[in-house]
């Protein structure tokens, strides 16, 4: 019978040092110890983020700091310093957390985090973005490979049973941290996580079959995402990442399912949020975009961006929130120093927003 360090697939590791986001959770313990049971404790550093949002928060970091110690692995403890918001606080500590890892890992060459996330977190994101009325994208949950900035993220544990993390400890003899914010009812994935006992009890959806649906959504989404990037690449030009054009016939020739994903990785890609606007958003979207009539397309606004018809073509352009008008000698500047945009027919609201990205203290 396979051990649980065997069970894991670390193919996607580099022979490389790689780091771990380490809570002092039973799911973070259980990883840093068995990356360095497989890797070795030489390849692998620890990293604690102390948000300081409780006052037990310290102590636990210095006790992972004594723990990563007896095991010989390199560890540091990274603090959320400055004044914390008051709403909003779980996201905003996320994007802290993720922040503070990526500055240490690019200032120590490290490329890759690994981080905890378990079968029973993909269950929550699962429910999570049923709730935000997600599309196919989202109901997939996390993906074993990711991305913060241009720092590598790897989730080695998606397939693995919290349970079998805790038992590993616990056959080792060690003590984890229980954050009391996860019993929180305040947030609602520690309300989905209360959830899924019952619904496991009453129903016989368990927590595999939940992440094996998944798995079978990833399939869809790939192949419609496949899709997605010929169309593009066929169809779309971007322009400086603030603005893209995509030929309104063949979206109107496309299939609706195409023509969301389409509208919906566009939208995240000019809007550079972390995440795609709302499906039933992009749904009402697409229901106007592809009337017989839509070369009339009064516009619209979404995910922080302006949508517009001009010249045959949808254009989707980053919202400047500017209301003076652009004096036509910024633009003739501007053309000077970016010679390529010279003797292009470019929607005003697309010029604004070149202007605005690369010469905003200009305009």
């Not at 997605?228 to 609706?256: M, P, Q, T």
Request: proline share 3%; net charge neutral; with cysteine.
């Amino acid at each position: 019978m396979q051990t649980l360090a065997q069970k894991l697939d670390l193919s996607l590791l580099k022979d490389e040092k790689v780091a771990v986001g380490v809570s002092g959770g039973a799911d973070s313990l259980a990883l840093v110890l068995i990356l360095a049971e497989r890797l070795g404790a030489e390849k692998i550093v620890a990293l604690s983020v102390d948000h300081g949002l409780r006052p037990e928060s310290l102590a636990e970091a210095k006790y992972v700091a004594q723990l990563m110690a007896h095991f010989k692995i390199e560890h540091h403890i990274l603090t959320w310093e400055g004044k914390k918001p008051t709403q909003g606080i779980e996201e905003a500590a996320r994007i802290a957390r993720y922040n503070l890892i990526y500055d240490w890992c690019r200032q120590n060459g490290v490329q890759t985090l690994c981080v905890a996330h378990h079968l029973q977190d993909q269950a929550e994101t699962f429910f999570i973005r049923l709730q935000r009325g997600s599309g196919l994208a989202g109901l997939c949950g996390m993906s074993c490979v990711g991305a913060w900035k241009d720092l590598r993220i790897v989730r080695p544990l998606l397939d693995i049973h919290p349970q079998e993390l805790k038992d590993y400890l616990r056959e080792r003899d060690i003590r984890w941290v229980e954050d009391p914010s996860n019993q929180s009812d305040d947030f609602l994935r520690c309300r989905i996580r209360k959830f899924l006992p019952l619904l496991e009890e009453k129903t016989g959806i368990s927590l595999q079959r939940i992440g094996d649906t998944m798995k079978v959504l990833a399939k869809s989404r790939d192949f419609i995402y496949a899709q997605v990037e010929n169309f593009i690449a066929k169809y779309a030009r971007f322009w400086d990442e603030v603005g893209v054009c995509i030929s309104l016939k063949a979206l109107r020739e496309s299939h609706e399912e195409l023509v969301y994903q389409v509208l919906s990785d566009v939208l995240k890609k000019i809007s550079g949020k972390d995440y795609t606007p709302r499906a039933d958003d992009v749904e009402r979207l697409v229901i106007k975009l592809m009337q017989p009539d839509n070369e009339n397309f009064s516009g619209a606004t979404l995910s922080d961006c302006e949508l517009f018809v001009a010249q045959h073509k949808l254009w989707i352009v980053r919202e400047t929130h500017t209301q003076e008008k652009m004096p036509k000698a910024v633009w003739e500047t501007f053309v000077k120093e970016n010679s390529h945009y010279a003797h292009l027919d470019l929607p005003y609201k697309l010029r604004v927003a070149l202007v605005k990205n690369k010469m905003p203290i200009v305009f």
